[in-house]
């Protein structure tokens, strides 16, 4: 069974252009989160869906990050405008339901120069 | 905000057993606890939930005391291969926002 795929693997921009990251969730799976990591900070949620709707969004940084999920098999993590101080690896995770053990894909590694 | 935290660092030799401890001061009272494991350059992995008590699968053991402020993850006759980041998460209790462990770095020695 294909698992949790993100696109791309690994992206380098310089700073203020925008980024997108992209998630495909395993099929059937009805949660939906993403994370940040990072050295100083570890493994941080940003948000999470539950079918398709955002739940919880505290842990977006500030409004420069915006997620969306448009359908059960797609969500997005967009960030504009990019700064240095958003490189970091971003992982994008799925589950059956809320509270169910969490899949995650390879990440995302992000560099802003 | 509810402190997730764990060892920073552990060595063992193979074949020996190990327990990795996660102290979570405040979590939600009808959620699970879930360890994991990272590989560098990979995503966590998942390896074992739990709610309360005791846990077993074919790969670990979960404990967990009556009052959920901590959990154990013991891995049975570890191997080189089992060298890795091993995580907690939790929801934090009110919130129930998942967060993280700090994580604990296992070095494997033959």
């Known amino acids: 069974d294909a698992g949790v795929i993100q696109s791309p693997r690994h992206e380098v921009t310089e700073m203020g252009q925008e980024v997108t990251l992209r998630c495909k969730p395993i099929?059937?799976?009805?949660?939906l989160f993403w994370y940040r990591q990072t050295m100083m900070r570890g493994l941080e949620l940003l948000i999470y869906f539950n079918n398709n709707v955002p739940i919880d969004d505290s842990g977006m940084p500030e409004d420069r990050f915006s997620a969306k999920m448009p359908n059960a098999s797609f969500s997005t993590l967009k960030i504009q405008p990019s700064e240095p101080r958003d490189s970091a690896v971003y992982f994008c995770?799925?589950?059956?339901?809320?509270?169910?053990?969490?899949?995650f894909g390879d990440g995302t590694r992000l560099s802003i120069l | 905000l509810a402190k997730t935290t764990q060892p920073i660092s552990m060595d063992s030799y193979e074949g020996q057993e190990v327990n990795i401890t996660c102290s979570h001061n405040?979590?939600?009272?009808?959620?699970?606890i879930t360890w994991y494991q990272q590989f560098p350059s990979q995503g966590p992995r998942f390896i074992i939930q739990?709610?309360?008590t005791k846990v077993t699968n074919e790969v670990a053991s979960l404990f967990i005391p009556a009052d959920r402020k901590s959990s154990t993850l013991s891995l049975p006759r570890v191997s080189l291969s089992d060298t890795a980041v091993y995580y907690c998460l939790v929801a934090e209790g009110g919130t129930y926002k998942y967060i993280f462990g700090t994580g604990t770095r296992l070095k494997v020695l033959a």
């Open positions: 405040n979590i939600a009272t009808n959620d699970y």
């Open positions: 099929s059937g799976h009805n949660s």
């Open positions: 739990g709610y309360k």
């Open positions: 995770a799925s589950s059956l339901i809320e509270g169910q053990p969490q899949h």
